[in-house]
Every structure is written in C-alpha cells, then in structure tokens.
C-alpha cells in the first residue's frame, strides 16, 4: 500500500490547516487509515485513525475537539482537519494503514506508512 501525505505548511497558532493522504494502489484490503505525527526530540505518537468502511474514527486526547479525520472512499483518500492550531502540533506528520483491526492504536500497530509532512505552527 503506497501513501502519499499533503498538505504540511506554516500556520499560525490558533489557526487551520488541512492535510491529505492517498492511496493511489488498490485499497480493497485496507481496513483503516490515519495519521501519526513525530515533534522535533520525541517519539512518534498516534493522533487519528478512521475504518473506511464503516467511518469509525478514533483520536488522541490531544487531538479530540480540534482535529477531524475523515475520509473519501471514492477517492482513496484520508483527511486531516485540524483546528485552533497549538505550537505544540508543530510536528512531521505521518499517514498510516493497516489492513485489519487492532485496539492498539500505537504508531507501530500501523504496517504501511507514507513519507511525512511538515506542520510548524508558528506561536
């Protein structure tokens, strides 16, 4: 499962931004998408993932009330919508999928991954 992730700019705190992830190969077996992040001198960490096929979505605490994950299936394509910008997002962000259910939602539960994209907000 190829990824491509989108997206990633300069914003400022309290602001929006929004970012992509397709799957342009065959996406039949994938069960669940999302997306991870890694700040500058810590681990990666889960942020939001959703079931394409029935659109269950899971976040981080960090995340809930701010970011929404939704998704076009149609499209083969995940989105990130994240709102009232803190500095502390300022991260790669990651698109993941894995191809069954699991209730780990650790970055390393997810088997395929997209080349990150930069978010900096600015404080």
């Known amino acids: 499962v190829q990824l491509q992730a989108s997206g990633g700019a300069l914003a400022p705190a309290a602001g929006s931004l929004g970012l992509s992830c397709a799957a342009p190969?065959?996406?039949?077996?994938?069960?669940?998408m999302g997306w991870c992040r890694q700040s500058p001198g810590k681990e990666r960490e889960f942020v939001a993932a959703i079931r394409l096929s029935s659109g269950v979505t899971n976040y981080a605490n960090s995340a809930k009330g701010r970011f929404t994950i939704s998704r076009d299936n149609a499209k083969n394509t995940v989105f990130l919508q994240m709102n009232s910008l803190k500095p502390e997002a300022t991260a790669v962000y990651f698109c993941?999928?894995?191809?069954?259910?699991?209730?780990?939602?650790?970055?390393?539960?997810?088997?395929?991954w997209g080349q990150g994209t930069l978010v900096t907000v600015s404080s």
């Open positions: 993941k999928a894995r191809r069954a259910y699991s209730y780990n939602y650790s970055p390393q539960a997810f088997s395929y």
């Open positions: 190969s065959r996406t039949l077996s994938v069960y669940e």
